[in-house]
């Protein structure tokens, strides 16, 4: 996993563009993240579904951690490559949102960090912790500073979800409608990880089926 996986990138514009590795293959721990659980090359991203992702502030919480009134939409995807460690997305920020302000800051200062978000009943994981089905759905980016730090991957219930592609304007896939519940098939508990959404002394618990959109399974990512 390379050492900056979100870059600021400079252009001859004004525009606030990142290039942000959204999915890592691999990780730190002999191949694996913290759970034990890692992305390949082989993960079926459904990237044609998703053509256009929303770019969220924190997954929904503010600066200090409390569940915002309504989720920063601070940006959205314009294209993705993929490249031998990963899934790098281009991600245009939107400079009238005081959050993606923030995140420009950060990333700037190599202080930022990302998630890539998806559908808890739609994604699958091996018994050997391959994540083998991940429809990404959105990127959360924020300034890590104190306990604003990130776990893993971060899975989001069906509900939270419409929710946010309603704020950012964008079109949900009409193909992924249905019910958010934890069949086993869709590792809607246990996917990525049991553990908190972000860290366990200033998070919820994990609750892929909740309306909290921090609950739920992240996967780390450094910002540039």
């Known amino acids: ?5 979100v ?3 400079k252009s001859s514009g004004d525009a606030w563009e990142l290039d942000v590795l959204g999915v890592p293959y691999g990780g730190p721990n002999n191949g694996r993240d913290a759970d034990g659980e890692y992305f390949s090359s082989q993960t079926k991203l459904y990237l044609d579904k998703y053509p256009t992702v929303p770019a969220v502030y924190y997954h929904g919480y503010d600066e200090n951690g409390a569940p915002a009134s309504e989720p920063q939409i601070i940006g959205k995807t314009t294209g993705y490559e993929v490249k031998p460690d990963g899934v790098w997305f281009r991600v245009l920020l ?4 005081d959050y993606a302000r923030r995140v420009w800051e950060a990333a700037k200062n190599g202080v930022a960090r990302a ?3 998806s559908i808890a009943h739609l994604r699958r994981v091996a018994p050997d912790g391959h994540i083998t089905h991940w429809p990404v759905a959105e990127l959360s980016i924020f300034d890590a500073v104190g306990k604003r730090q990130p776990a893993n991957q ?4 069906l509900p939270v979800a419409k929710a946010v592609y309603a704020a950012a304007g964008i079109d949900l896939p009409d193909d992924i409608e249905g019910e958010d519940d ?3 098939e869709a590792g809607a ?6 553990a908190p959404a972000v860290k366990a002394d200033d998070t919820p618990q994990q609750a892929t089926t909740s309306n909290d959109p921090k609950e739920g399974i992240m996967d780390e990512q450094n910002v540039q």
């Open 1 to 5: 996993m390379s050492e900056h996986t």
């Open 7 to 9: 870059i600021a990138i």
């Open 94 to 97: 939107d400079q009238a949102n």
């Open 115 to 117: 998630s890539s978000g």
């Open 154 to 157: 971060y899975a989001v219930a």
């Open 182 to 184: 934890s069949r086993p």
């Open 189 to 194: 508990e246990g996917a990525e990880q049991s």
